[in-house]
């Protein structure tokens, strides 16, 4: 277009030729001027101001890195961040302060902020610590209970809440309290309903895991596992992200049922839980059919307690800082140079051995042997 007008055609025809507006090819031949058309910038611009009307001076940025400068030379305090710069603009009146958000933005951009930012990883996948588990060939199911649950009345109920890592297959079970006998019977007829997983993962309470006064204590929930063929799992306390599939079902559970109705009664309360396991079980049955198999329990198959089965306990663990781990009533040395990090610890009931992995978010697929000891768990007669 420029070409065509400097050749002597009129804006019209130009304008007409090339389907624009004259005003558009006023505007081009308007910015190349008189040079030359390869010294041309031909590049959109903005059509607002070249600076924002705002921004701040670079007299006052300079000043302000010069502040800094002498707080942190001078300063008996050592203090050099944007609220100590703010207060030392206010004490010398300098008129014209910028903000301390404002402040804290010239650092930025000038380059001047000593911290450095946090580096985010990438998650481990769901069930990194077992690596069956991650691979997508077995199935965990992870089992919790909600306690400090009142009724109208004063009358007491805790719940005892299990969902599936990978299908999401979830049940709830509201009692008036939680016994291990309560969670033998309904992971029994949850197992003969649905079929039993490669895994189940329970937290360090009691019932989950028996009596901590003893030593090498089974549990009656894990000699249940144990029983089947299920592997009992037993999450590290104090720690976040190994439960998380069962707490975030805890709290679905307590905002779609608990928070949304009131109860006069425990019926009520299961009638409400069961509508809402319904409709969670139908919104995931894609994920559900989607999942590892699971496997069915024998026809005739009864629980003996007495009986202590071969089979692995599985017992997630962070070292002390000694390199200690303790499981089953004891403390057993692992590595000293492996203190405050996770292991994973399997009890192997028939070979009588500890072998003692290690465990990191950051490389999970790593999970090297670290040691290996012998260890029996005296067969007692168990108090049914």
């Known amino acids: 277009m420029v070409c065509a007008v400097r050749a002597g055609e009129s ?3 130009v304008a007409g030729r090339f389907a624009v507006a004259r005003s558009t090819v006023r505007f081009w031949v308007e910015r190349a001027g008189d040079q030359r058309l390869d010294r041309v910038d031909f590049s959109d611009r ?72 946090r580096m985010r990883r990438p998650a481990p996948p769901p069930g990194w610590y077992l690596p069956d588990l991650a691979a997508g060939r077995a199935e965990l199911d992870s089992f919790d209970i909600v306690e400090g649950l009142v009724l109208q009345g004063g009358r007491q109920v805790e719940v005892l809440n299990g969902v599936s890592l990978h299908g999401g297959l979830a049940e709830s079970w509201p009692c008036a309290a939680i016994y291990a006998k309560t969670v033998v019977s309904a992971l029994t007829g949850h197992w003969r309903r649905f079929g039993f997983p490669d895994y189940a993962q329970f937290d360090n309470d009691t019932v989950f895991q028996g009596p901590h006064a003893h030593r090498d204590t089974v549990g009656r929930v894990t ?66 059919e989607a999942a590892p198999s699971r496997w069915e329990i024998p026809l005739h198959w009864t629980l003996d307690l007495q009986h202590l089965s071969g089979g692995r306990i599985i017992y997630l663990r962070r070292t002390d800082d000694s390199g200690r781990a303790s499981l089953l009533g004891q403390t057993f040395a692992v590595d000293r140079n492996w203190p405050h990090r996770l ?24 999970q090297p042997l670290i040691k290996e000891i012998s260890h029996h768990i005296p067969r007692k007669n168990f108090k049914e």
Not at 231 to 253: D, H, K, L, S, Y
Not at 265 to 279: E, V
Not at 355 to 364: C, D, E, N, T
């Open 223 to 288: 000699r249940l596992c144990l029983s089947l063929g299920v592997t009992p799992v037993f999450a590290p306390p104090r720690e976040t992200g190994f439960q998380a599939a069962i707490e975030n079902f805890n709290g679905r559970w307590q905002a779609a049922v608990w928070n949304r109705f009131h109860f006069d009664s425990r019926q009520a309360l299961r009638s409400q839980s069961s509508r809402f396991i319904t409709a969670h079980r139908r919104r995931r049955v894609a994920r559900i």
């Open 46 to 117: 903005s059509a607002g101001p070249r600076e924002s009307a705002n921004r701040t001076s670079r007299e006052t940025e300079d000043l302000v890195l010069a502040i800094r400068r002498e707080l942190r030379e001078e300063s008996p305090l050592g203090e050099c961040g944007a609220e100590a710069i703010a207060r030392e603009l206010r004490r010398r009146r300098v008129r014209l302060r910028p903000s301390v958000r404002t402040i804290g933005r010239i650092l930025l951009r000038r380059g001047a902020l000593d911290g450095r930012r």
């Open 11 to 13: 804006i019209s025809s």
């Open 343 to 366: 292991v994973r610890a399997e009890v192997a009931l028939k070979d009588e051995r500890i072998r003692f992995y290690a465990l990191r978010r950051r490389a999970p697929e790593e």
